[in-house]
């Protein structure tokens, strides 16, 4: 990673912005100076900071699931600032259940919340960022984005949703100037995991025992979290400030730790496969030659 000498004045977009890593991001960029367009379904919630950064925060009632309202957010941080930087897509919520539990309602509204409603607002904003030749898209996955574990199956199917769209949409911008940075945390000291956010579906008996103990383990680290949001905040910051940076990025130890894990696991089943998976092909049949 490697800095840039001055720091640009930049107008920051976040959702779920009232609460962990969003609060701290929106914390850490009027700090800088920066200004905020604060998106969220309570903004009261951040009365304190706009009493603090009255010329600086514009806080707005956004839930990320109403699309049709993404353009009009948009158009309010052109017309109070000029233009959007940087969007922060970080408005979601956990669900716990196994597949047989969750019903269809409950399953598309993760993938609203992680996976549509970021897309409209990413829309959104590209034409004023392709205008200008820059601009940064920040996608705030998990590690649950690119390994999944039992129980959280719905909430890892829209992670995994944002991750495949946004790596197509990272290639698709670069041309632009435009850079996508998806952020895969792992346990952070925020709401996500209190009995009052974090969704669960009615347990079924055929899985009581057997995500017994998962079920618990997710509540009981509510305010236990190792990782520090304040600290997260500051490496995305760099990130976006810098001359390069990835296109993911994962934060904490259990993250870098279970990913390298996961890595390694699945490279190491695909050579051991690979014979017979590439005789799938015709004899004789050249493989394809894409353009990218």
């Known amino acids: 990673m490697t800095s840039t000498s001055a720091t640009p004045h930049r107008t920051w977009l976040v959702t779920g912005a009232s609460s962990g890593l969003g609060r701290a991001l929106t914390e850490a960029a009027l700090a800088a100076g920066d200004t905020v367009v604060a998106a969220m379904r309570r903004p009261e919630r951040v ?12 806080p707005i009632a956004f839930d990320v699931r109403d699309t049709a309202s993404a353009p009009a957010v948009v158009d309010a941080a052109i ?19 196994a597949a047989e539990e969750i019903d269809d309602t409950r399953l598309r509204d993760m993938l609203e ?37 039992p129980g959280v199956g719905s909430y890892s199917a829209g992670k995994f949703a944002l991750e495949g769209w946004s790596e197509a949409l990272a290639g698709e911008v670069a041309p632009f100037g435009i850079r996508v940075l998806i952020v ?15 969704e669960s579906a009615a347990p079924a008996d055929a899985y009581a025992d057997s995500l017994a103990d998962f079920r ?35 934060l904490g130890r259990e993250a870098v730790r279970r990913l390298r894990e996961s890595y390694r696991r699945e490279l190491a089943s695909l050579d051991a496969h690979a014979h017979v998976a590439a005789s799938a092909d015709f004899p004789g049949v050249p493989e394809s030659v894409r353009p990218v």
């Open 216 to 250: 618990t383990d997710m509540l009981a680290a509510d305010g236990r979290q190792e990782g520090d949001p304040r600290r997260a905040a500051r490496i995305i910051r760099e990130l976006v400030e810098a001359d390069t940076a990835p296109l993911r990025i994962p």
């Open 47 to 58: 009365d304190d900071l706009l009493a603090e950064h009255p010329r600086s925060l514009l």
């Open 184 to 198: 895969e945390p792992s346990r952070f000291r925020t709401g996500f995991n209190s009995a009052d956010v974090l």
């Open 113 to 149: 919340q992680h996976l549509v409603g970021p897309a409209a607002l990413t829309r959104a904003v590209l034409p004023g960022m392709r205008a200008r030749g820059t601009g940064t898209i920040v996608q705030m996955s998990s590690q649950g984005g690119r390994i999944s574990f």
């Open 79 to 97: 017309e109070r600032f000029g233009r959007v930087d940087v969007l922060v897509n970080n408005g979601g919520v956990g669900q716990i259940g």
